[in-house]
C-alpha cells in the first residue's frame, strides 16, 4: 500500500518543473553556502524580458520580495494573475523591455523552481524540507551571480528591487562592486530590524504551531499546514499597508451584513480581506519556504559583515545609486533608507535619495505610484546615458 497523495498546492508543483526558463549546476560548481556547507545540485529558475545588445551591457536585474518570484512581467503560471511589478516593467515603462534585457530569477529558497525545501532531495527522493541548509540575503545573491555567469553577462546594468529585493541590490553592491553599472534599492533597509524579527517570527510559529506542518516533513505525508501559513501571512500583510490606507479602504464597514453578528464570523470588511489574502496565499507559497525567506531577511546585517561599518561594505563600489523610501512605510522607514545613503555619501558614492509622499505604506513599491515612476525612469535613463545606451523612445 502507498501513502498518503502529497497535497500539492500551485507552487509545489513549480518546485521541480517550473513554468519558466532554468539553469542547472551540478557537482562540479557547489553553490557555497554562509552555513558553512556546498550546495549541489543547483537549480534556478528564471525570466527574461526584452534582449541582451551585441556588448551585453544593457542587462537589468530585478530581485523579488519575500513572496514574489520570478514572474514579473507576464502571468503567473500558478494563479493565473499579471506579473507581480508590471507597473514598472514593460514597453516604455520606467525598466523598458525595448532598451533593456530584463532577468528575474527565483531566489534560493523559494518554491517556484528554484533550489527550496519543496524541491526534489536527490540524495532521498523525498522534498527537502528542513534538510535544505538555511540560506542567506548573501546566499541568494551568490547563486544569482552563477545565474548572471551563465548568461555570459559580465557587467550588470541596473539592480533593482524593493524589500527585500532592495536588500540583495545591497548586497549585489557589496559583494560584486565591478558588475553593479547601477543600483536601485527601494523600501529597504542595510539590516532587519528587532521590530521586523519579531513579526516574522510571529509567522512561523504560526507555521509550525499547525499540527499538519509534521516538523517539514508535510509534503512527504501528504498534508500542508495551509492554516498556520494563512494567518502568518495574515498577519504580515497588515505590515505591509499603512492606517490610513486601512481605514480609506475598509474603516469600520461591515462585510455583506446589515448588523454585528455577535460571533466570531468575519464582521468587518479588513476581517474578510485578511482571510482572504490568507486563503490566496496558501495556494501559491511553500510554508517551509516562508520560514527559510523570513530567516535570511532576519539575518541579514549588512555592516556586520563589514567589521560593523556600513560605508565599509560600499567602500569599492563605483555604482550609481539612487535610493527610494516611502513616507508612510513603517516596516522599512524613511531613517532606513536615509542610514544607506549616509554610508554611501561617507564612501564618495554617487547617490541620489527619493522619499515619496504616499499613504499606501510599504506596498506603494508595487502600486500606482507616480512619483515613483516619474524618480526611476529620470534616474534609469540618467544611468543609461552614462553607460552609452540607446535613449528611450519618446512617446
Given at each position: 500500500m502507498g501513502g498518503p497523495a502529497?497535497?500539492?498546492?500551485?507552487?509545489?508543483?513549480?518546485?521541480?518543473?517550473?513554468?519558466?526558463?532554468?539553469a542547472r549546476f551540478g557537482p562540479d560548481r557547489?553553490?557555497?553556502?554562509?552555513?558553512?556547507?556546498?550546495?549541489?545540485?543547483?537549480?534556478?529558475?528564471?525570466?527574461?524580458?526584452?534582449?541582451?545588445?551585441?556588448?551585453?551591457?544593457?542587462?537589468?536585474?530585478?530581485?523579488?520580495?519575500?513572496?514574489?518570484?520570478?514572474?514579473?512581467?507576464?502571468?503567473?503560471?500558478?494563479?493565473?494573475?499579471?506579473?507581480?511589478?508590471?507597473?514598472m516593467v514593460g514597453p516604455g515603462k520606467p525598466i523598458d523591455t525595448e532598451r533593456f534585457f530584463v532577468i528575474c530569477a527565483n531566489v534560493l529558497g523559494g518554491c517556484m523552481g528554484t533550489t527550496g525545501p519543496a524541491s526534489t532531495n536527490p540524495a532521498t527522493g523525498k522534498p527537502y524540507g528542513l534538510d535544505l541548509p538555511l540560506v542567506t540575503i548573501a546566499d541568494m545573491v551568490r547563486a544569482q551571480a552563477m545565474l548572471i555567469d551563465h548568461?555570459?553577462?559580465?557587467?550588470?546594468?541596473?539592480?533593482?528591487?524593493?524589500?527585500?529585493?532592495?536588500?540583495?541590490?545591497?548586497?549585489?553592491?557589496?559583494?560584486?562592486?565591478?558588475?553593479?553599472?547601477?543600483?536601485?534599492?527601494?523600501?529597504t533597509a542595510a539590516r532587519h530590524s528587532s521590530q521586523n524579527i519579531?513579526?516574522?517570527?510571529?509567522?512561523?510559529?504560526?507555521?509550525?504551531?499547525?499540527?499538519?506542518?509534521?516538523?517539514?516533513?508535510?509534503?512527504?505525508?501528504?498534508?500542508?499546514?495551509?492554516?498556520?501559513?494563512?494567518?502568518?501571512?495574515?498577519?504580515?500583510?497588515?505590515?505591509?499597508?499603512?492606517?490610513?490606507?486601512?481605514?480609506?479602504?475598509?474603516?469600520?464597514?461591515?462585510?455583506?451584513?446589515a448588523a454585528r453578528t455577535f460571533s466570531f464570523d468575519a464582521d468587518f470588511q479588513v476581517e474578510s480581506y485578511l482571510r482572504h489574502q490568507g486563503a490566496t496565499f496558501v495556494e501559491r507559497f511553500d510554508p517551509n519556504s516562508y520560514l527559510f525567506m523570513t530567516r535570511a531577511m532576519?539575518?541579514?546585517?549588512?555592516?556586520?559583515?563589514?567589521?560593523?561599518?556600513?560605508?565599509?561594505?560600499?567602500?569599492?563600489?563605483?555604482?550609481?545609486?539612487?535610493v527610494v523610501s516611502f513616507t508612510s512605510d513603517w516596516l522599512f522607514p524613511t531613517a532606513d533608507s536615509r542610514a544607506i545613503v549616509h554610508a554611501l555619501n561617507a564612501?564618495?558614492?554617487?547617490?541620489?535619495?527619493?522619499?515619496?509622499?504616499?499613504?499606501?505604506?510599504?506596498?506603494?513599491?508595487?502600486l500606482d505610484e507616480p512619483d515613483l515612476f516619474a524618480a526611476t525612469r529620470?534616474?534609469?535613463?540618467?544611468?543609461?546615458?552614462?553607460?552609452?545606451?540607446?535613449?528611450?523612445r519618446s512617446r
Open positions: 502529497p497535497n500539492l498546492n500551485g507552487s509545489t508543483l513549480e518546485a521541480d518543473a517550473p513554468s519558466s526558463l532554468v557547489p553553490l557555497r553556502l554562509d552555513a558553512g556547507v556546498g550546495l549541489t545540485p543547483l537549480t534556478i529558475a528564471y525570466q527574461t524580458y526584452g534582449a541582451l545588445n551585441p556588448a551585453k551591457s544593457n542587462a537589468f536585474l530585478i530581485c523579488h520580495a519575500l513572496t514574489g518570484d520570478q514572474h514579473v512581467a507576464n502571468r503567473n503560471p500558478v494563479t493565473g494573475k499579471s506579473g507581480w511589478w508590471e507597473t548568461l555570459g553577462i559580465e557587467t550588470l546594468f541596473c539592480v533593482a528591487g524593493g524589500s527585500m529585493g532592495g536588500m540583495q541590490v545591497l548586497q549585489w553592491v557589496a559583494s560584486y562592486p565591478d558588475r553593479v553599472f547601477s543600483a536601485l534599492p527601494i523600501a519579531a513579526f516574522h517570527e510571529v509567522g512561523r510559529q504560526a507555521i509550525m504551531a499547525d499540527p499538519d506542518w509534521r516538523d517539514g516533513r508535510y509534503l512527504a505525508e501528504g498534508v500542508s499546514p495551509s492554516k498556520g501559513l494563512a494567518v502568518a501571512r495574515m498577519a504580515a500583510h497588515i505590515t505591509y499597508l499603512s492606517e490610513n490606507a486601512l481605514h480609506r479602504k475598509f474603516g469600520r464597514k461591515l462585510q455583506d451584513r532576519d539575518y541579514f546585517d549588512l555592516a556586520a559583515d563589514y567589521g560593523g561599518s556600513l560605508p565599509g561594505a560600499f567602500k569599492d563600489a563605483k555604482t550609481r545609486f539612487c564612501t564618495g558614492a554617487s547617490v541620489s535619495f527619493v522619499e515619496v509622499e504616499t499613504d499606501k505604506g510599504h506596498d506603494a513599491f508595487l529620470g534616474f534609469i535613463d540618467a544611468a543609461a546615458r552614462a553607460r552609452g545606451l540607446r535613449p528611450a
